[in-house]
Antibody, heavy 128, light 104 residues
């Protein structure tokens, strides 16, 4: 069965770094894009980043651009989220999720048909 | 950036009620609107993609409609396991603020 397992969360001081991992199993990992989505305590969902199935494209929310970097290792079925210059507002549960696929338009813009499998999440707390 | 406005932010309903949630995009997003359910302490679950297509395994009491900027999510007859928070999402990016459905 499809499984995504996040790890690497913890308590970190503002300005420091943390690297999250998302280990996948039960499907052909190299065929699917992977998202990171976060949720601050008691708040809604916020999309963070996506990495294409082959790592060729990566996009970020404005709130993390320049501080976070997503990457993947298809030989290890794992996606990483390197988080630098962490702020208090980065605190929350971080989920990885599989992109189910989608459509491209004539300008090569991608339109997703949703995230069909999610991990259980890993908690990141940024606090002094 | 495209903004998503979801309403209401919360509602109270009884088992058997029909529940409707709306989501409005700040610009035309075609059919690329997804709906998720989230229960406390759990990851979100994809219910509907492309505005109206039911994800495999999702009960038929859930439905979605709309295109362009205005979208609707409906639960035709609320069941006890449906009490949760529901989110819309445009494409793979912006989520709506969420709608918490609780027991009246």
């Amino acid at each position: 069965q499809v499984q995504l397992v996040e790890s690497g969360g913890g308590v970190v001081q503002p300005g420091r770094s943390l690297r999250l991992s998302c280990a996948a199993s039960g499907f052909t990992f190299s065929n699917f894009g992977i998202h990171w989505v976060r949720q601050a305590p008691g708040k809604g969902l916020e999309w963070v980043s996506i990495v294409w199935f082959d790592g060729s494209r990566r996009y970020y929310a404005d709130s993390v651009k320049g501080r976070f970097t997503v990457s993947r290792d298809n030989s290890r079925n794992t996606v990483f989220l390197q988080m630098n210059s962490l702020r208090a507002e980065d605190t929350g549960v971080y989920y990885c999720a599989r992109d189910s696929g989608g459509d491209y338009d004539s300008s090569n813009n991608y339109y997703s048909l949703g995230s069909d499998y999610w991990g259980q999440g890993t908690l990141v707390t940024v606090s002094s | 950036d495209i903004q998503m406005t979801q309403s209401p932010s919360s509602l109270s309903a009884s088992v058997g009620d029909r529940v409707t949630i709306t989501c409005r995009a700040s610009q035309n997003i075609g059919k690329y609107l997804n709906w998720y359910q989230q229960k406390p302490g759990k990851a979100p679950r994809l219910l509907i993609f492309a505005a109206s297509t039911l994800q495999i395994g999702v009960p038929s009491r859930f439905s979605g409609s709309g295109s362009g900027t205005d979208f609707t999510f409906t639960i035709s007859s609320l069941q006890p396991e449906d009490f949760a928070t529901y989110y819309c999402q445009q494409n793979y990016r912006t989520f709506g603020q969420g709608t918490k459905v609780d027991i009246k």
